[in-house]
């Protein structure tokens, strides 16, 4: 059984629909990437599985269980998490009190997840004292994923998460999602950086114009000559 399963959802803003009739899933240790132009509708997918917007029609399902309609801290508790690309992080709050946010409805402590983070994130342990608002690109994408980490979801959800970054912090933010996904997380994932991100996916979808217009294996989407052309920039 699928962990997640969007099943004929139409979606959008108001009187306006982005998503039509959209159906896919991410399987249990997944990678899932969902490429497409600009106005696809990868982010307003990733917004209403994590419960910001409310299907139209269709359902989602996770793990077991309806979750369609349910607001964003029911999900978090069902074991969900979501890094939106703005808007990720405390500026004004330390590095360790950002990562404690992310354990706000842990009910056992959150000490030994907080150490788990700082040995799968070093660089933040040696900088747990500063304020986020002062850290790179690079570093604040560090805390924004740990931040999401610390209730130990099963399903983490990125929007763009190499967005602005220079090449070398391109290839570290994608050695640590591999390294999440080692972990048995699995992730669904909206990326600019399509090529890195297919290689390191089980599995994508295209969408273009606010539907599934392709899905397959990442090696399969890398190699298909149209895809490409039309969402990669071309063969490499």
């Given at each position: 059984?699928?962990?997640?399963?969007?099943?004929?959802?139409?979606?959008?803003?108001?009187?306006?629909?982005?998503l039509r009739d959209i159906s896919m899933r991410v399987d249990a240790g997944e990678v899932v990437t969902l490429i497409g132009p600009?106005?696809?509708?990868?982010?307003?997918?990733?917004?209403?599985?994590?419960?910001?917007?409310?299907?139209?029609?269709?359902?989602?399902?996770?793990?077991?269980?309806?979750?369609?309609?349910?607001?964003?801290?029911?999900?978090?508790?069902?074991?969900?998490?979501?890094?939106?690309?703005?808007?990720?992080?405390?500026?004004?709050?330390?590095?360790?009190?950002?990562?404690?946010?992310?354990?706000?409805?842990?009910?056992?402590?959150?000490?030994?997840?907080?150490?788990?983070?700082?040995?799968?994130?070093?660089?933040?342990?040696?900088?747990?004292?500063?304020?986020?608002?002062?850290?790179?690109?690079?570093?604040?994408?560090?805390?924004?994923?740990?931040?999401?980490?610390?209730?130990?979801?099963?399903?983490?959800?990125?929007?763009?998460?190499?967005?602005?970054?220079?090449?070398?912090?391109?290839?570290?933010?994608?050695?640590?999602?591999?390294?999440?996904?080692?972990?048995?997380?699995?992730?669904?994932?909206?990326?600019?950086?399509?090529?890195?991100?297919?290689?390191?996916?089980?599995?994508?979808?295209?969408?273009?114009?606010?539907?599934?217009?392709?899905?397959?294996?990442?090696?399969?989407?890398?190699?298909?000559?149209?895809?490409?052309?039309?969402?990669?920039?071309?063969?490499?």
């Open positions: 059984m699928a962990l997640l399963d969007v099943h004929h959802v139409n979606s959008g803003y108001g009187e306006m629909t982005i600009n106005g696809a509708g990868k982010s307003t997918l990733l917004k209403t599985i994590f419960g910001l917007l409310m299907p139209t029609e269709g359902r989602i399902r996770f793990g077991d269980a309806d979750i369609t309609g349910l607001t964003p801290p029911a999900l978090v508790r069902r074991g969900m998490s979501f890094v939106p690309q703005v808007d990720n992080v405390f500026p004004s709050l330390t590095v360790q009190e950002n990562l404690e946010m992310g354990a706000f409805v842990r009910g056992d402590g959150f000490a030994g997840r907080l150490e788990e983070m700082y040995t799968f994130f070093p660089a933040l342990r040696l900088k747990r004292k500063q304020r986020v608002g002062g850290l790179s690109g690079g570093e604040r994408q560090m805390v924004a994923m740990g931040r999401a980490l610390m209730l130990d979801p099963r399903l983490l959800l990125l929007d763009e998460p190499s967005a602005g970054l220079s090449p070398r912090l391109v290839g570290m933010v994608f050695e640590k999602i591999a390294e999440i996904n080692q972990a048995g997380v699995a992730l669904l994932i909206v990326e600019q950086n399509a090529r890195q991100a297919l290689r390191l996916s089980h599995r994508g979808y295209v969408l273009a114009g606010g539907q599934v217009r392709l899905e397959g294996k990442g090696d399969q989407l890398l190699s298909d000559e149209e895809v490409g052309r039309l969402y990669l920039g071309g063969r490499r």
